[in-house]
């Protein structure tokens, strides 16, 4: 009796050990090649640039606040353009989002504005610059 029943319990483990739910080497048949889509389109609501202006308590950077928006208006008025900007508030205390499009920017233009207000912004821990992303605050 004990030997049918290890038979039947070793018979029944192999047959289900050998049950696969997937049809290829760990779902390798969903995997596509790189190369298969076309480039990928920026999603709704991404910014080619995002200036974050937190605060921990004090406020926000009231030395690197003024001189981006100095030089916002610099920058306007040396292209003869104007910045496409949303100021975004959503803190107590000042918090604030600068949420970029720069839609009507050639490329070196592009290259000038973000580099100028990386030097600007510094090694400033409460001034956060990304580039390409999404909004987090939203109007």
Not at 4 to 10: P, Q, R, Y
Not at 20 to 47: C, F, H, L, V, W
Not at 123 to 128: A, G, H
């Amino acid at each position: 009796m004990k030997k049918i029943l290890l038979a039947i319990m070793i018979a029944s483990t192999s047959l289900f050990a050998c049950k696969s739910s997937q049809s290829g080497a760990m779902g390798a048949d969903r995997i596509e090649p790189a190369n298969s889509k076309p480039a990928a389109q920026p999603e709704e609501g991404t910014y080619d640039m995002i200036i974050s202006f937190i605060s921990k308590g004090a406020g926000t950077d009231r030395v690197v606040k003024p001189k981006i928006d100095e030089y916002m208006t610099a920058f306007n008025e040396k292209h003869g353009l104007t910045l496409n900007v949303d100021k975004v508030g959503w803190g107590r205390e000042g918090e604030v989002d600068y949420h970029f499009d720069f839609e009507n920017l050639s490329t070196a233009q592009k290259k000038e504005f973000i580099s100028e207000v990386k030097a600007i912004v510094g090694s400033s821990d409460i001034v956060f610059v990304s580039l390409n992303k999404k909004a987090v605050h939203k109007r």
